[in-house]
């Protein structure tokens, strides 16, 4: 009789721990994909029209509290959902909702006012242009902006593609903002608006 009762309760705690660990993956599933959603996303960078602020396979984070709680400034890194695709584009904030967008002779004017981009890589820039004899900003627009459009481009603009060919993006579709670079390693850094 006392082995029998030791052998269903056995059987019993061996039931309430299968539960209990069921239980713990269910919260860990709910809990990552909270995390996913409103706090931060994973984020691998694809190619190279963010180089060199962001390279080509960079592994890290990015903040989607951020895109809930502040407002999308100009030059800070965000990632991006473009529809057609399902792709997620890391780009940069160039024009903001309402703004006249253009780029001439490689420089940005925001409202026909000129707009200094000090996050460029000089010693890259020259690299590529040959010291100014190429353009590493193409003429674009003007392009007026809507009510809830942003212009982002790569900072690689010589191969980025971006809203220069697609056109703007809404808010809806920024996904996250800045990048915290975890891999490889030796890049360990937030990329945000400030920085490279």
């Known amino acids: 009789m006392e082995a029998k009762m030791k052998k269903e309760t056995k059987k019993e705690n061996i039931k309430i721990e299968i539960l209990d660990f069921i239980r713990l993956i269910l919260i860990c599933f709910v809990f990552s994909f909270l995390c996913i959603k409103f706090v931060f996303r994973p984020v691998t960078v694809e190619g190279n029209s963010m180089y060199p602020t962001l390279i080509d396979q960079e592994r890290g984070f990015s903040n989607v509290f951020s895109t809930y709680v ?42 026909d006012e000129f707009v200094e981009e000090d996050f460029f890589d000089e010693a890259y820039v020259n690299e590529k242009t040959n010291n100014g004899q190429i353009i590493f900003s193409r003429d674009y ?56």
């Open 70 to 111: 502040s407002d999308i400034k100009r030059f800070e890194v965000v990632v991006v959902n473009y529809e057609p695709n399902d792709d997620r584009w890391v780009k940069r904030v160039v024009g903001l909702p309402g703004e006249k967008v253009e780029y001439k002779n490689n420089k940005l004017y925001i409202n």
């Open 141 to 196: 627009g003007p392009y007026q902006l809507g009510d809830d459009e942003y212009f982002l481009v790569g900072d690689n603009r010589i191969v980025s593609y971006d809203s220069r060919e697609v056109g703007p993006f809404k808010k809806e579709d920024i996904v996250s903002k800045y990048v915290l670079v975890l891999y490889p390693f030796d890049k360990i850094g937030v990329v945000s608006s400030d920085n490279q």
